[in-house]
């Protein structure tokens, strides 16, 4: 068995695989089918300051290998969320990390001032990249001056270990990815989905209540991979997650081979709920055979003649 | 609790137009169900196409082994119904909350291939009745061998049963019924609903929506209820109808 | 029978539906398969000035419902396709786009000279959107500035119908798109390739020479649409021609929904040859079925409610 | 001139390890169909699984038939092996230039499923010997309903034939050949073109590259030559050896 653990900044999570923002609530579902602690960590769907409702249904369809979803970051808001879900939350055992999103500066930091004294979290996730909402989501992510604005604002606040989650809707994700580096964010997280839309041909109708949506899935993976690839040739001391298109242990591979220091698997759970902890155990076997003492040795193994 | 399983496929066969009856051998699912539940299904093999897994209502639970009714309306059903005897098919469940306890004599409407948690209902709760519609004879499912509940049949075009709807099936006997159970296409339930309503009748309906999850993680699946957005798979798929807020789900743009 | 033909700015296409750059040469070796005239129109491979050897192979690679290439703009130059591929070219009845691409304003420039005397050209589809190459290719169609600049100097120089094709790797498709036509692009043509990679993680190596390519195919349709759709929104006037993961006729359909005046069929010839006819056949029964007496009449016609 | 036709899969029969033997009828692709030519091949289900369709060269043509010999290494061949007698399969071909008229006595030399075009040209060339090698027993393909030509074994472990490689089954016999034709790993056709020069016999090698069109238009499956870039495709599969940059073809960082 192979060292599996691996360090993104100071939060060490014993294995490299995360479960993504939204594919996953705080576990309580799958919970129900796996032992929770053989995650490498949670990411909690994105929490914002108000409840909110969520997008107009249809939320979901299916696309050629993957699908489209357009939520709307439905959730609680932080107050009942810390109220009803912190409590289970609290007691998993693996690296805890809360998404978080707002419309404006002053959401974020209302709500980091609530989660800041919550022990029990080990990062927060920014994400500035949700192509479902009106306000904040993505509009924040794809500038590099209000990402940059965003993060040294958050930075002031919290001591925790603060993580940018990137939208692939961008001209230049490394150029992103810096002015969040810079201002303060100790890992970068790549991808959130793809600007999308599907039609009804017959009704002439979108499939989505929210007319356009977010694209994941396998079909999306060769993009996260590039999207990884440029953050890490660009920053290469910076830790990066990758995320998307993981449907088998060899994606996740693949993702830290880019350059990846961790993974997030999103809507492949939904696929096979067992999924996460079968690439935990595929990683630790690729190690073992291709002579890897530590996970962590795979990060941005890929060879490259140029 | 839900599982999720590897089941072996112990008889397949087709029971009418378009339409399989699928038993699956799945004891750990088999055990927990009750009728109203369902089961997110995909063939074993490692494609993508479909990407995610379908629902599929479980319409009989016994001996360690699950039924599935599943018609073919595009890829994700035929490549279910396709499989064959022997294959095994990944089974998750089973989900959701299910039919709640009926008080009384308790009538079944099933509307198309809504019959399919339907039939599980008249297996289990004895004091029932169905009615059953479909457009023509040809989708009918084979009941010859329900033993358990008595049933009455309608046809759009009157090729077999009565030439109505389940609608009109249920009016006729409605006044015998202390509770109606009910599964099919949209404006079927609604004019159920709006029936018992009328009758003040409790009315439970089984809904369906577009799932990923399918097991309450991933929001997807919501409809607007009076109680505010609730999810079809965890909160549902069964409903009390007075909770539904019809209008929004006559006008979805899509479905 | 509808009545098919459409008009994106001023050339006359006799049906929507044309074949995209670089997936059908000119049409020599499909034509051995069908009658070309059946096309409303064929875009070449895109022409240099210079001949261009290609990128390192492997070029191709299979992806979930899509593919990766990295041609690298493999061409004889434009003096050597005037020669040796004009000639076959003209001949043909159905509109005839040349692909073109520069290193640099000046290159531009000069092929345009070269092909502005051949009458059997319709009009010049200008590719600033191709990942797979160094110099220009992608770089350009990313600056609303460069692209500006580019369809300026162009424009000057010759009368023919200026198309620019657009590249989904921008924050904001639309604005590169404004600048285009307000510098004189008299079409937009969305979308080319999305950057992406796949990796062996056997030899850890890239499946392609060229490190990172091009995805195309089923996979991108709804990134394709969800982009087809913005440019409509944002410049209703203008025609849009929509490409991306066209492989049937109802995915055709869609892109013209979302805002496509016309369509080009790309990798999805690969799978089936004789799709660009299919897709015609079936916009023609969806005309007659929803009665459409214009194909034209579909532009647009999504019914959207907010 | 090739052409796209849905053929007919009139027998299928397992020849080896992971290896069937599937005749089509496609009579339009036979009568045109040479040795060394190809044809791309899919399933004709709509399925994105794989996407792109998959390069199998023509074992044989004849009667309006032909046909092809696969060998499961992956999702797409797994598909195309797993159809059935009566399924339907999308056959655009013959593509490509086959073999040149050989020069007199012909040794055809086949690594592993390379048998495959070879066949076809041991059917069609009266004066040709095969020298086929294999790791291993299981994974040789059922010749011995092959009348026409007469062919040697090797295998790297001797479980059939010598225990040897079939570039040095060639080495033993190579004076009696005016030409050889080969196809086989790269390894192999490195060390069979490198005989050849030094003994001076013209030899056509087929190649393999990732395909996508398969027809020319798309130049995705070129190898650097020494008149530079060529498609495998259309200005291949069949190769003059002297014609490869070996170097290149062996530093492929992938295949
Ligand atoms: C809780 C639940 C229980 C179900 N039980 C059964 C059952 O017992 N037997 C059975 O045959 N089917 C059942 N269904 C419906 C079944 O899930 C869909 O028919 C299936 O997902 C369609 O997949 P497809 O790929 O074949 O069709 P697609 O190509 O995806 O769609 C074909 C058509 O079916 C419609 N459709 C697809 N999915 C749904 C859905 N979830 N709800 C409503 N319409 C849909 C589409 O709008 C489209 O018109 C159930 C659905 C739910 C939510
Ligand atoms: C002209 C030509 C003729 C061919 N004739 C035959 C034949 O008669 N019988 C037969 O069984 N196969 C033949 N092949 C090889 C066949 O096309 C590949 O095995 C097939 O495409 C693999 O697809 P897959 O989805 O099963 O495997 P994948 O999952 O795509 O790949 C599995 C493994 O096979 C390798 N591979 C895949 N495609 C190719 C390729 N085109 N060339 C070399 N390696 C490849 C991959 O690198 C990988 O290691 C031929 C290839 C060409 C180019
Ligand atoms: C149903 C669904 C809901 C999602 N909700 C969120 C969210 O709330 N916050 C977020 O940052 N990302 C969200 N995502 C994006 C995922 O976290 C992930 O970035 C994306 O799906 C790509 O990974 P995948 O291809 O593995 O799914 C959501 C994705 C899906 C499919
Ligand atoms: C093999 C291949 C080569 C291509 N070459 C070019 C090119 O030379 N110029 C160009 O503008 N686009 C090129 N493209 C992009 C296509 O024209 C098209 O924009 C893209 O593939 C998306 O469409 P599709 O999903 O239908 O393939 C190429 C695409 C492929 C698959
Ligand atoms: S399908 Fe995910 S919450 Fe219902
Ligand atoms: S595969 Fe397209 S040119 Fe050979």
């Known amino acids: 068995m192979s060292d599996l653990a691996v360090n993104i900044g100071n939060v060490r999570l014993k294995n490299p695989v995360m479960v993504a923002s939204g594919c996953f609530g705080v576990g309580r579902e799958y919970g129900e089918l796996f032992d929770l602690s053989f995650l490498g960590g949670i990411v909690t769907k994105t929490v914002t300051l108000e409840p909110r409702e969520g997008n107009l249904p249809p939320r979901v369809w299916e696309t050629p290998a993957g699908m489209l979803n357009s939520i709307g970051l439905a959730n609680p808001g932080i107050s009942a969320f810390i109220e009803t879900e912190i409590p289970f939350f609290r007691e998993l055992d693996c690296a805890k990390i809360i998404s978080i999103a707002g419309k404006n500066f002053g959401e974020f930091v209302e709500i980091i001032k609530k989660i800041d004294a919550l022990d029990c979290i080990d990062a927060i996730e920014i994400n500035v990249s949700c192509p479902n909402v009106e306000e904040g989501g993505l509009a924040f992510g794809t500038s590099p001056e209000t990402v940059s604005g965003l993060v040294s604002t958050v930075r002031k606040i919290t001591e925790k270990p603060l993580w940018v989650k990137l939208t692939p809707n961008v001209t230049d994700i490394a150029e992103i990815g810096r002015s969040a580096v810079d201002a303060g964010a100790d890992a970068l997280c790549a991808i959130n989905t793809l600007s999308a839309m599907e039609i009804d041909i017959g009704r002439r109708v979108s499939r989505l209540g929210n007319i356009t949506g977010g694209l994941s899935g396998a079909a999306i993976r060769p993009v996260a991979l590039a999207k990884v690839f440029a953050l890490h040739r660009a920053l290469p001391d910076v830790p990066v997650v990758g995320i998307g298109g993981i449907t088998e242990a060899g994606d996740a591979i693949a993702h830290m081979l880019a350059g990846a220091s961790a993974v997030q698997v999103g809507s492949g759970i939904f696929r096979s709920p067992h999924l996460p902890i079968e690439v935990v155990v595929g990683i630790d076997q690729y190690c073992e055979f291709y002579d890897f003492p530590r996970a962590e040795d795979l990060t941005g193994a890929l060879n490259i003649e140029e | ?255």
Request: proline content about 6%.
């Open chain 2, 1 to 255: 609790m839900p599982v999720d399983v590897l089941g072996k496929i112990t008889d397949k066969r087709i029971i009418a137009r378009d339409t399989v009856r699928i038993v699956i051998d799945a004891p750990s699912v088999a055990e927990n169900a009750k009728p109203g539940q369902f089961v997110m299904v995909s063939q074993s093999l490692p494609t993508f196409d479909p990407f995610l897994r379908r629902p599929i209502a479980i319409s009989g639970a016994e001996w360690g082994r699950i039924e599935l009714i599943v018609r073919v309306v595009g890829w994700g059903t035929a490549v279910l119904a396709n499989s064959e005897e022997g294959d095994q098919l990944r089974v998750l469940g089973p989900l959701g909350i299910g039919f709640p306890p009926p008080a009384g004599h308790l009538a079944l409407v099933a509307g198309g291939i809504g019959i399919a948690p339907l039939l599980f209902a008249g297996r289990n709760w004895a004091k029932s009745r169905l009615f059953y519609g479909e457009t023509t004879a040809d989708w009918i499912c084979d009941l010859s061998r329900e033993k358990s509940c008595e049933f009455d049949i309608a046809t759009d075009d009157g090729s077999v049963g009565e030439k109505c709807n389940a609608v009109e099936l249920l009016k006729k006997k409605i006044d015998q019924f202390e509770h109606v159970f009910a599964c099919g296409p949209e404006p079927m339930l609604h004019a159920i609903a709006k029936l018992c309503k009328r009758k003040k009748i409790p009315c439970a309906v089984s809904l369906e929506e577009r799932m990923a999850c399918g097991v309450g993680a991933c929001q997807g699946c919501t409809i607007k209820t009076k109680s505010g957005y609730r999810r079809v798979c965890k909160d549902g798929p069964v409903f009390d109808a007075n909770e539904i807020i019809w209008e929004e789900l006559d006008e979805r743009p899509c479905g």
